[in-house]
T-cell receptor
Framework: KQEVTQIPAALSVPEGENLVLNCSFT??????LQWFRQDPGKGLTSLLL?????REQTSGRLNASLDKSSGRSTLYIAASQPGDSATYLC?????????????FGKGTLLTVNP | DGGITQSPKYLFRKEGQNVTLSCEQN?????MYWYRQDPGQGLRLIYY???????QKGDIAEGYSVSREKKESFPLTVTSAQKNPTAFYLC????????????FGPGTRLTVL
């Protein structure tokens, strides 16, 4: 059974800092990995998707990496801003018969202080 | 404006009542999903549908039912058999043809009175 862990559970940083959020998964047989952002009381917004054959994806100040063999992904946020404050969720999609399913971590609550 | 809509945003249910949560998408996606989110827990899959007129149970389907009569619509009914229905419910759809990205609606918060 796939399990996804996100560390740390909460992170508070001053504005302008670069930061890294971590995601680990127990079964390396994944199809892809997706990072989401969730604001309080809202739905999830997709940030980046990395296919299992890729090593990283970039969008603006965000960079996500994937090391499938070690079961790890990181989300790097450059020059953080107060508007980046949210919960960040990592999810992996299984391969083969588990392809229908995304398994989520519990998220990292990020607070960027002005 | 393409996307996923969920209604209502807030829903209150009395003990013993069935309630139905609406989910509509105009993204032309075949696959749709229902998740439940509780504080301190990750999202858990309730039901999913990969094509019209077909749906499958997820990890926590007991006390819930769905239908998929149209590609655009995937309503979720929370029945009186669901013992702890108070939660945030999220609907999603999946784009298969290029990026395989999963998109989410804004959610419905259900509270049992």
């Amino acid at each position: 059974k796939q399990e996804v862990t996100q560390i740390p559970a909460a992170l508070s940083v001053p504005e302008g800092e670069n930061l890294v959020l971590n995601c680990s998964f127990t079964d390396s047989a994944i199809y892809n990995l997706q990072w989401f952002r969730q604001d309080p009381g809202k739905g999830l917004t997709s940030l980046l998707l990395i296919q299992s054959s890729q090593r990283e994806q970039t969008s603006g100040r965000l960079n996500a990496s994937l090391d499938k063999s070690s079961g790890r992904s990181t989300l790097y946020i450059a020059a953080s801003q107060p508007g980046d404050s949210a919960t960040y969720l990592c999810a992996v999609r299984g391969s083969g018969g588990s392809n229908y399913k995304l398994t989520f971590g519990k998220g990292t609550l990020l607070t960027v202080n002005p | 404006d393409g996307g996923i809509t969920q209604s209502p945003k807030y829903l209150f249910r009395k003990e013993g009542q069935n309630v139905t949560l609406s989910c509509e998408q105009n993204l032309n996606h075949d696959a749709m999903y229902w998740y439940r989110q509780d504080p301190g827990q990750g999202l858990r899959l309730i039901y999913y549908s990969q094509i019209v007129n077909d749906f499958q149970k997820g990890d926590i389907a007991e006390g819930y039912s769905v239908s998929r009569e149209k590609k655009e619509s995937f309503p979720l009914t929370v029945t009186s058999a669901q013992k702890n229905p108070t939660a945030f419910y999220l609907c999603a759809s999946r784009e298969r043809r290029s990026t395989d990205t999963q998109y989410f609606g804004p959610g419905t918060r259900l509270t049992v009175l």
